[in-house]
């Protein structure tokens, strides 16, 4: 049984790391509020965005690169991950579902890149063996439009020369600063709404094209890109801010539950050192009268 001395240094350095993961979680709280702000603001203008293009695509009448669907010979799986740690599974439940889909993908004898985003992504698909093209890190906590547009400039070039015929971003969707749902989305082509996907009571426009149809594709659907990838990386920020800040609570509770568990060893000991002092005592005395 460990002594008075080292249950109290337990007790100590267990106080220590409490500080910290209760400070932790405010520091997560506060980038939190900040996070879901900009995400919230940007998903209402990158859904309706989506959708328009979407739309769009569907009736095109010439052909645009970025549209073009080519057979599945090359696959690029896109993991969005954080740079730091300590925000419970966030990045397991990413890297996981990468990982299946990339061994689902190769299964179907189809040829699969990965690229990461985050510093987390990278280090594991390194340590796994899989062929990473690419990477980007030191985003969190200070993303902004111009990641974004690095991102998919790099993605289009890709695309565009055929190093790769598909392009799927797994990252953590934000539902609620409990809920964070992993989601897969193609990014490359886009996929266009057909007749049959439009809601019985929505008529399908007629669109007239100024100054030209393929100059509009050649400036909104990279824009769009740009949008839908800078969306995903807000939506990554709010679920990790989220995530830590959940983690540094259950950290904090279990703190507290290891200190009182501690507290009650140390007084146990500490009472069966004063009894054995007392017994002590009384022997000697006893030891006297003889």
């Given at each position: 049984m460990?002594?008075?001395?080292?249950i109290?240094k337990?007790?100590?350095?267990?106080?220590s790391?409490k500080?910290?993961?209760k400070?932790?979680?405010?520091v997560?709280?506060?980038?939190?509020?900040?996070?879901?702000?900009?995400?919230?603001?940007?998903r209402?203008?990158a859904?309706?965005?989506q959708?328009?293009?979407?739309s769009?695509a569907?009736?095109v009448?010439?052909?645009?690169?970025?549209?073009e669907?080519?057979p599945?010979?090359n696959?690029?799986?896109?993991?969005l991950?954080?740079?730091?740690g300590?925000?419970?599974?966030?990045n397991?439940n990413v890297m996981?579902a990468?990982?299946?889909?990339?061994?689902?993908?190769?299964?179907?004898g189809?040829?699969?890149g990965?690229?990461?985003?985050?510093?987390?992504?990278a280090?594991?698909?390194?340590?796994?063996?899989?062929?990473l093209?690419?990477?980007w890190?030191?985003?969190?906590g200070?993303?902004?439009?111009?990641?974004?547009q690095?991102?998919?400039?790099?993605?289009?070039?890709n695309?565009?020369?055929?190093?790769?015929?598909?392009v799927?971003?797994?990252?953590n969707?934000f539902?609620?600063?409990?809920?964070?749902?992993?989601?897969?989305v193609r990014?490359?082509p886009l996929?266009p709404?057909s007749?049959e996907?439009?809601?019985?009571?929505?008529?399908?426009?007629?669109?007239l094209y100024?100054?030209?149809q393929?100059?509009?594709?050649?400036?909104?659907l990279?824009k769009?890109?740009?949008i839908q990838?800078?969306?995903?990386?807000l939506?990554?920020?709010?679920?990790?801010?989220?995530?830590?800040m959940t983690?540094?609570?259950?950290?904090?509770?279990a703190?507290?539950?290891?200190i009182?568990?501690l507290?009650?060893?140390y007084?146990?000991?500490?009472?069966?050192?004063?009894?054995?002092?007392?017994?002590?005592?009384?022997?000697?005395?006893?030891?006297?009268?003889q």
């Amino acid at each position: 049984m460990p002594g008075l001395k080292e249950i109290r240094k337990r007790i100590t350095s267990v106080k220590s790391t409490k500080q910290i993961t209760k400070a932790m979680k405010m520091v997560a709280a506060a980038k939190f509020r900040k996070a879901q702000s900009r995400m919230f603001e940007l998903r209402a203008y990158a859904d309706k965005m989506q959708s328009v293009l979407s739309s769009l695509a569907g009736s095109v009448d010439t052909g645009h690169p970025l549209l073009e669907v080519r057979p599945r010979k090359n696959v690029e799986i896109v993991a969005l991950t954080s740079d730091r740690g300590l925000c419970g599974a966030f990045n397991t439940n990413v890297m996981k579902a990468a990982t299946r889909l990339i061994k689902d993908l190769q299964n179907d004898g189809i040829e699969v890149g990965a690229s990461a985003i985050g510093k987390k992504g990278a280090d594991l698909f390194r340590r796994r063996g899989f062929n990473l093209r690419r990477s980007w890190t030191g985003l969190s906590g200070r993303i902004s439009y111009v990641n974004a547009q690095e991102i998919a400039k790099d993605i289009i070039e890709n695309y565009i020369g055929e190093t790769f015929d598909e392009v799927m971003l797994v990252y953590n969707e934000f539902r609620s600063a409990l809920v964070q749902k992993v989601t897969t989305v193609r990014l490359l082509p886009l996929s266009p709404v057909s007749a049959e996907e439009t809601e019985p009571n929505e008529m399908r426009a007629e669109f007239l094209y100024e100054p030209s149809q393929q100059a509009i594709f050649d400036r909104l659907l990279p824009k769009n890109l740009e949008i839908q990838i800078f969306r995903a990386l807000l939506e990554s920020q709010a679920s990790e801010e989220a995530a830590r800040m959940t983690a540094m609570e259950n950290a904090t509770k279990a703190a507290d539950d290891m200190i009182s568990s501690l507290t009650l060893q140390y007084n146990k000991a500490r009472q069966a050192s004063i009894t054995k002092e007392l017994m002590d005592i009384v022997g000697g005395v006893e030891a006297l009268k003889q």
